[in-house]
């Protein structure tokens, strides 16, 4: 629903609600999202924007299946896993999240050639959930609230532009994460057990603040060249507070005597970061451009991964990475909307945030060393006809572990070498408004784990869309996923046990829109 107010101000709002009840068991799902937006021009040279988002998420969780077998036999079941099973008797084993923001951007005009713009937000999160992918299913409760300001400056000067401000946000959360009942657990052989008794886990509070000013230039050398380069400083600080016994662990035991998590004392922790990047493009005419770029990046660890740890690993602490990107690529245009794109590009990522297994086989986060990550991406869009249209889009990557003392020069998991999407649109003349689409999506093979124990196949899939705009305001729409009902798993990992989610089956979708 959107209107105009008066000459000055406009809204625009949208409502939904989505009910599922799942093609698995124990996938029932809702969700209500709202958007309100409302636009007002103050004078001629001020104007505001209040952006108002919220989501309600109320989902039941599946597990993911132990033996891919269940997938190729299409089993609709929660679960293969009786500890699964037995776990949806003694805890409600779902997700809960709930969201909102609310932002208000003040733009200014008043000097000829800069644009100041402004906006303070507040923000709310909560996230509460089983953690299914863990074998003890402990559950999850993860509160934040955050107040946060953006400011951007532009200035629009003879020779180019200059970009500058900072962005900077205070979060209050708190981590509560619970074991809900006993269970005792064994790895895939029975080799290796673990015992988890009811009680806390974790109960701890983080204050993060985070303020990150930037200035980014774009210099126009000639008519053909553009020099553009920036610079952005970070500094990130954590503040935490533990709410159990400092440097206590919890009531768990393993075959070997000793227990999986630790509570850390009350700490702090700083990082700060000066990330430069640098491009040069070359636009010999309309339809060319070549470009080269560099940028340097920066990634601070997550405060559940600082501060939730394991046994064993108390005194870990942990480093940002840092990363290295180089990039050389072309954009040619053969017409308003047949294009090619090619790019190529070279990262190295320093102090790689990596997961380790210990001698029980459980699972923890660490620095590693440095880590390679390479490869190619390639677009084509072709108007064939007035009414065919086409879309290819391929990528080869190669992602490596460099001398990792543990994982050598392994690639990584979970990181498939091919990526593939194909489209073809037929917009009929002869039925204006009516628009079909074939879609390929193809995803190849990858490593299970960083161990090379265990790799999976991919998948391959097609899609078909359509949809029919009888008019301005009313939108008529239908989809068919995974046209041919592939069974094949979204996503596979192996830990302490080989894990495969099922992807959706084949599902047929219609709807109507209608906006007024």
């Known amino acids: 629903l959107s209107d105009t107010i008066d000459e000055k101000s406009a809204y625009r709002t949208s409502v939904g609600y989505m009910h599922s009840d799942g093609w698995r ?183 993060y603040f985070a303020v990150a000013p930037f200035v980014h230039t774009e210099y126009e050398i000639t008519q053909q060249f553009k020099l553009t380069a920036g610079l952005r400083f970070d500094y990130n600080h954590y503040d935490y507070t533990n709410n159990l016994a400092d440097n206590s662990t919890d009531s768990s035991l393993t075959h070997t005597g000793g227990s999986v998590y630790y509570r850390p ?115 084509v869009n072709i108007q064939v006809t007035d009414e065919v249209a086409t879309h290819v889009a391929y990528s080869f990557s190669k992602h490596n572990y460099v001398n990792d003392t543990t994982y050598g020069n392994n690639e990584i998991s979970a990181a498939p070498n091919h990526l593939a999407n194909a489209r073809l649109v037929y917009q009929p003349s002869y039925v204006k408004g009516l628009s079909l689409m074939g879609e390929w999506q193809y995803v190849g093979t990858y490593w299970m784990d960083d161990d090379h124990d265990k790799s999976y196949g991919g998948y391959s899939i097609g899609n078909l869309k359509a949809s029919y705009n009888y008019n301005k305001d009313i939108t008529f729409f239908t989809k068919v996923t995974n046209i041919t009902d592939e069974k094949y798993a979204v996503s596979a990992s192996n830990g302490w046990s080989e894990s495969y989610s099922p992807a959706d089956p084949r599902q047929f979708y219609a709807g109507i829109e209608y906006k007024w």
């Open 265 to 379: 004392a009350d700490r702090t922790d700083s990082f700060s970061h000066l990330s430069p990047k640098l491009s040069l493009s070359y636009t010999p005419n309309e339809e060319t451009n070549m470009y080269l770029r560099y940028a340097n990046g920066f990634r601070i660890p997550q405060a559940s991964t600082l501060y939730s740890m394991k046994t064993g690993y108390t005194s870990s602490t942990m480093n940002p990475e840092t990363s290295d990107t180089y990039e050389v690529g072309i954009k040619k245009a053969f017409s308003k909307k047949s294009f090619a794109e090619l790019a190529v590009y070279y990262m190295s990522v320093d102090d790689t945030i990596t997961r380790y297994k210990d001698a029980n086989d459980l699972y923890y986060n660490s620095n590693g060393g440095e880590t390679i990550h390479k490869g190619i991406e390639a677009t």
């Open 25 to 207: 068991d124990h996938t029932e799902a809702d969700r209500f999202e709202a958007n309100i937006r409302y636009d007002h021009i103050l004078d001629d040279n001020n104007d505001l924007k209040i952006m108002f988002n919220t989501s309600v998420t109320d989902a039941e969780q599946a597990d993911s299946f132990g033996d891919i077998a269940n997938i190729d036999n299409g089993s609709t079941d929660a679960s293969d896993d009786s500890d699964y099973l037995s776990a949806l008797t003694k805890t409600d084993v779902g997700r809960k999240f709930d969201y909102a923001r609310l932002s208000v951007e003040w733009n200014n005009y008043s000097y000829d050639g800069v644009e100041i713009s402004l906006t303070p937000y507040v923000r709310y999160n909560r996230n509460r959930y089983v953690a299914t992918w863990q074998d003890n299913f402990p559950s999850n409760d993860n509160e934040l609230m955050t107040i946060g300001l953006l400011e951007k400056t532009t200035f629009d000067t003879s020779w180019g532009k200059v970009i500058a401000g900072f962005d900077s946000e205070y979060t209050k959360s708190s981590m509560k994460y619970d074991q809900m009942f006993d269970i005792n657990v064994t790895n895939y052989n029975n080799t290796k057990w673990t015992s988890y008794t009811a009680g806390q886990i974790y109960d701890y509070d983080v204050n």
